[in-house]
């Protein structure tokens, strides 16, 4: 009999105690690339193979679509069919598509299809901004009141108690808020937030629901626990009732969407919840290379304000590899184009394209990427798989290919696929970026799966194309992509590659601007290098430009997170050669200059303001104390050098 010994391979004692815990209550609490996913992976295969679960009755829930499609391609190579591993929005519209019957009329609900649209048209009744940014803005702060559990009368209350930076005025935004969710219920629609708000409800109020729900499902399984919203909580608790057949694994480490509503306070305190859970923690890295590694300790090490449970050292498994490379240039253009050759280069040696990634804070910084690849002729994907199917040229596509079933085949499938997306905007030429180039990517990820099943399947026609993609559509599992992957951090949680790209590192974009000020808000901040960082298997590259464009004022600083990164004999290490020029100085010129140098980055002061401040105007204030005590002792040692007293140099 298969007693499922085979699926503790290549698992370490630790990974194997989570793996074998009898069903209840098991929390990983580990770093970045620790075996955190294959852990969970493993146990629930090894749950169905020794018989304690039936694999239909496990619900596995991830943050991505992706890592979705990912898990369940890891548990059918084990062996493991018919496990429901989706992402919480995924499991929730499944379970509402059944239920919603029962909990409301029947009438046809949709979900919405041009939110900013809606937002947009709230905003114009109350007479709120209504500018593309002011709109992007109020949407996210709904969506961080309703992931928040906070409804628009509680609004002005919660925002006030915990000093949370409104967009516009409290009552302004409750105004948009409340007129939003009018006219969304009037038009008979959900978004994704209502998703899982009528679930819990549903669950919540229907004791028939829930007596079927929990029937059916009996195990459940939670990856990136950390960036759980309230919202999500609640859903979770819905699920469960008053069991507790519940694993969590979580990095509190890699919180990066409490900008969003998340927190990690129920990661942390799961073993208090559930005071018999097996609670394992996981140190050693699997992913990395050891210089990584490194790396990635000291990003997190110099994290403020940790909380217990999230200071956690990696320790690196892998042999050596190559030390990660820092480059400074003197504008975005240089840096995407010396990013692009540095690709062209790899790709020659042999790393396919589908094992680097660019990865960027912000997504307006893709296009300058996109433009380098495209110069150089290397592939590339734009986003992740990311709500694929809810794309409208991904659901006018397959309105299309569903007219189209009934007309007689041409030659090749993706030849008819092409022919039917053509007049959606599926040029034969790539655009060369922008929204056009994205829809074209749609587009053409929709073609190269028709070619991809074709090959595989030989029955594959028109109609069984679109049956696929029904399918796909309905398990979240979009088609991947080959090529290049340019990403934002956010987007690259739990993937990795074998070489990564961190670009556009400068102060103003990570941290972003607007978490200036905000010492939380510049920890998530540094949390989301963490992340980058730890993407990478074999190469890291991290980079930065000193101005936006070619001939540009170089006003630009590097990430004040890379100050103690950058090794000692790096051109762009600490101390500057300025500062080192200055032991050629008589102790005068020294003691003047001293007072004339930024206590930050070694550079001439200018202005009254900026010498008292002892710094530029354009260098961070709150510089990491890591760094300033480096200056210190930079300093002293020079002082001891030069027999002068400290405060001179
Ligand atoms: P993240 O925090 O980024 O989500 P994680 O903790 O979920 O990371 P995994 O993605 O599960 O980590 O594993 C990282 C890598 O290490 C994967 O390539 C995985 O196959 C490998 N790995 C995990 N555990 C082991 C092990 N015991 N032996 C060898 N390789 C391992
Ligand atoms: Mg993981």
């Known amino acids: 009999m298969d007693t499922g010994q085979g699926l503790l391979e290549g698992l370490d004692p630790e990974q194997r105690a989570a793996v074998v815990a009898p069903r209840g209550p098991v929390c990983v609490l580990a770093g970045a690339g ?3 996913t294959r852990t969970i992976t493993r146990r629930i295969a090894y749950l169905a193979h020794r018989g304690h679960v039936a694999p239909s009755q ?12 990912e898990m369940r391609t890891r548990l059918r190579a084990l062996g493991v069919h018919g496990v429901q591993a989706r992402t919480f929005h995924a499991a929730a519209l499944r379970q509402l598509r059944y239920f919603w019957p029962r909990v409301v009329d029947d009438e046809q609900w949709q ?4 939110k900013l649209r809606v937002v947009g048209q709230a905003a114009h009744r109350v007479g709120a901004p209504t500018n593309a940014e002011a709109l992007r803005d109020l949407a996210g702060e709904i969506e961080w009141a309703k992931a928040s559990l906070v409804t628009p009368d509680d609004y002005p209350a919660v925002t006030a108690k915990v000093h949370r930076e409104t967009p516009l005025p409290a009552e302004q935004v409750v105004q948009v808020y409340a007129t939003y969710e009018q006219l969304k219920n009037r038009a008979r629609t959900l978004d994704f937030d209502d998703l899982l708000l009528h679930t819990a409800a549903a669950l919540e109020e229907h004791t028939d629901v829930a007596t079927e729900f929990r029937d059916r ?27 507790d057949d519940l694993t969590v694994v979580g990095d509190a480490n890699q919180t990066i969407y409490t900008f969003a509503g998340a927190s990690p306070r129920w990661l942390l305190d799961f073993p208090r919840r559930f005071p018999e859970a097996t609670v394992v923690r996981l140190e050693r890295d699997y992913r990395s290379t050891p210089q990584v590694v490194e790396l990635a300790n000291k990003v997190i090490g110099a994290a403020h304000g940790r909380p217990a449970g999230s200071r956690l050292k990696l320790v690196g498994q892998r042999p050596g590899g190559a030390e990660p490379e820092f480059a400074e240039h003197d504008d975005e253009p240089a840096e995407a184009a010396a990013v692009a050759a540095r690709i062209k280069d790899l790709l020659g040696a042999g790393v396919p394209a589908s094992e680097i990634a660019v990865l960027f804070r912000v997504n307006a910084q893709s296009e300058v990427y996109e433009q380098a690849l495209s110069d150089l002729g290397i592939p590339y994907q734009v986003r992740g798989g990311e709500r694929f199917f809810v794309r409208p040229e991904v659901r006018q596509a397959m309105q299309a290919l569903r007219a189209a079933a009934g007309t007689p085949p041409e030659g090749t499938l993706a030849e008819q696929v092409r022919t039917v997306l053509a007049p959606l905007g599926l040029s034969t030429e790539r655009p060369p970026g922008g929204a056009m180039r994205e829809r074209w990517e749609s587009l053409h990820a929709l073609v190269e799966l028709a070619e991809e099943l074709a090959s595989t399947l030989e029955d594959m026609d028109l109609p069984r194309f679109g049956h696929e993609l029904d399918i796909r559509a309905e398990a979240q599992h979009p088609p991947t ?14 993937l990795e590659w074998d070489v990564v790209f961190l670009v556009g590192l400068v102060d103003g974009t990570l941290p972003i601007q ?66 080192r020029d200055g032991a050629l100085l008589s ?31 354009h260098c961070p204030s709150n510089v990491d104390e890591e760094l300033l005590l480096r200056l210190k002792e930079w300093r002293s040692e020079r002082a001891r050098q030069l027999k002068v007293p400290a405060y001179v140099v």
């Open 111 to 114: 979900l919405v299809e041009h």
């Open 58 to 69: 496990v619900l596995a829930v991830t943050f991505t679509a992706r890592a979705a499609g």
């Open 34 to 36: 620790t075996g955190k």
């Open 217 to 243: 499902y009996r195990c459940f399984v939670v990856d990136e626990y950390q960036d759980v919203t309230p919202l999500q909580q609640r859903v979770l608790d819905a699920w469960l009732g008053n069991r």
């Open 587 to 617: 102790k005068n010129s020294l003691r003047n200059q001293a007072k004339r140098q930024c206590r930050v980055c070694g550079g001439p002061l200018v202005g009254t303001m900026a010498v008292k401040l002892g710094r530029c105007d």
């Open 481 to 494: 992509v080959e090529g290049v992957t340019l990403a934002s951090l956010h987007a690259a949680k739990g």
């Open 514 to 579: 607007h978490a200036d000020g905000d010492d939380e808000a510049v920890e998530e901040e540094r949390r989301l290098l963490y992340v980058g960082v730890t993407r990478a298997r074999e190469h890291l590259f991290l980079s930065w430009a000193l101005s936006r464009s070619p001939g540009g004022r170089r006003h630009r600083r590097r990430s004040r997170f890379l100050y103690h990164l950058i090794p000692d004999n790096h051109p762009a290490a600490l101390p500057t050669r300025r500062q």
